[in-house]
């Protein structure tokens, strides 16, 4: 069964410093993994995909790297915002004969300070 | 597209009523996941579908839950009877072949 940790549960940064969000999963069999942005009371806004065959993947002022060997995966947001204030998530699509999970993990509560 | 829509937003029930939660995906996606959300557990799967067949519904909590998917462009999510730990927010997604998932805006019940 897949199992996707995120640490810390946490996080408050000052405004302008880089936020690094670290992911783990237990299967490495897995077909892409996703990373996530929800506000409070809001649904979940997909940020980057990173394909089973990619290292790394990058939009804008965000970059996601996958170790898929080590099971890893990190979110790094440059030069923070109050606005990038949010929780993030990450999951994991596990490869089933069947069809494919998305199985997500607890989240990192992010708080930029102005 | 207008995105996955779900509705009701917000749902209040007694305990022992019947809840439905419906989700309409995006049109051409052949995944559509059903999630629940609480402070204690975070975001949980319960059920997904892959061209309206369950695939995998053992996240399902207990009995009184049951998800149909009658065509790609409908699915349905009813507890029966609700209890007050079922109060929670209830996520419908969509997908194309494992790609980006799509959330709709969820579902918050309140069972009292």
């Known amino acids: 069964k897949q199992e996707v940790t995120q640490i810390p549960a946490a996080l408050s940064v000052p405004e302008g410093e880089n936020l690094v969000l670290n992911c783990s999963f237990t299967?490495?069999?897995?077909?892409?993994l996703q990373w996530f942005r929800q506000d409070p009371g809001k649904g979940l806004t997909s940020l980057l995909l990173i394909q089973s065959s990619q290292r790394e993947q990058t939009s804008g002022r965000l970059n996601a790297s996958l170790d898929k060997s080590s099971g890893r995966s990190t979110l790094y947001i440059a030069a923070s915002q109050p606005g990038d204030s949010a929780t993030y998530l990450c999951?994991?699509?596990?490869?089933?004969?069947?069809?494919?999970?998305?199985?997500f993990g607890g989240g990192t509560r992010v708080l930029v300070k102005p | 597209d207008a995105g996955v829509i779900q509705s009701p937003r917000h749902e209040v029930t007694e305990m022992g009523q019947e809840v439905t939660l419906r989700c309409k995906p995006i049109?051409?996606?052949?995944?559509l996941f059903w999630y629940r959300q609480t402070m204690m557990r975070g975001l949980e799967l319960l059920i997904y579908?892959?061209?309206?067949?369950?695939?995998?519904d053992s996240g399902m909590p207990e009995d009184r839950f049951s998800a149909k998917m009658p065509n790609a462009s409908f699915s349905t999510l009813k507890i029966q009877p609700s209890e007050p730990r079922d109060s929670a927010v209830y996520f419908c997604a969509s997908s194309f072949r494992g790609g980006i998932a799509f959330f709709g805006q969820g579902t918050r019940l309140t069972v009292v």
């Open positions: 579908f892959n061209n309206n067949v369950p695939i995998d």
């Open positions: 299967d490495s069999a897995i077909y892409n």
């Open positions: 999951a994991v699509y596990s490869i089933k004969a069947a069809g494919n999970k998305l199985t």
């Open positions: 049109s051409g996606h052949d995944y």
